[in-house]
């Protein structure tokens, strides 16, 4: 079955540090990849997507590589704000039962940014 | 704002109580989805409506027990639920799910059950 595996967290750090969230997944096809965002008090929104090997989804300054040999779609950001506080899904789209497509997401990883 | 709203937003519940929560979008998605966000587990997919027939039960317990009238609104009822039923329950729509599709959340429901 489809699976995705992210860091536990929590992640704390302060204004304009470097963020990296580790994803990493294993898929029966050929998925496409995704990260949603949760802010506090709220529900999912994405983030960014790839659909293809080597693709790079970004948004508001976040960057995630879809590495499929590594089977990899790890998020980076390089100076984070306070506002960039909240949970992130890394999550996969792939056929599921055969003919159905199906969301798989992480557990999800609490961001917290200090002033 | 996402375009996907549930109601209530928050909800205390007795074990014996009944009760039902709401979503609505008006986005012309014709796909429906009901999530369950328990603290350190992963969202949980509960049941998906395409074009208003059920098309997914991820083996839920019967106490849970959905319904979409129509494209645009989805509804969970809910009765005799047990205290480990408390989590946040996530309403989700998009167009018919295929491999690039984005799926749009609403706030949720906070359901507690006493």
């Known amino acids: 079955g489809n699976s995705v595996t992210q860091m536990e967290g929590p992640v704390t750090l302060s204004e304009e540090a470097f963020l990296t969230i580790n994803c990493t997944y294993t898929?029966?096809?050929?998925?496409?990849l995704f990260w949603y965002v949760q802010y506090p008090g709220e529900g999912l929104q994405l983030l960014l997507k790839a659909t293809k090997a080597d693709d790079k989804g970004s948004n508001k300054g976040f960057e995630a590589t879809y590495r499929k040999e590594t089977t990899s779609f790890h998020l980076e950001k390089g100076s984070v704000q306070v506002s960039d506080s909240a949970v992130y899904f890394c999550?996969?789209?792939?056929?599921?039962?055969?003919?159905?497509?199906?969301?798989?997401f992480g557990k999800g990883t609490l961001l917290t940014v200090n002033p | 704002e996402t375009g996907v709203t549930q109601t209530p937003r928050h909800l205390v519940m007795g074990m014996t109580n009944k009760k039902s929560l709401k979503c609505e979008q008006h986005l012309g998605h014709n796909a429906m989805y009901w999530y369950k966000q328990s603290a350190k587990k992963p969202l949980e997919l509960m049941f998906v409506?395409?074009?208003?027939?059920?098309?997914e039960n991820n083996s839920v317990p019967s106490r849970f027990s959905p319904e979409c009238p129509n494209s645009s609104h989805l509804f969970l009822h809910l009765h005799t639920l047990q205290p480990e039923d408390s989590a946040l329950y996530l309403c989700a729509s998009s167009q018919p799910m295929g491999l690039n599709t984005e799926a749009f959340f609403g706030q949720g429901t906070r359901l507690t059950v006493v």
């Open positions: 999550a996969l789209s792939d056929l599921s039962g055969g003919s159905n497509y199906k969301l798989t």
């Open positions: 898929a029966t096809g050929y998925p496409s």
């Open positions: 409506y395409n074009f208003k027939e059920q098309t």
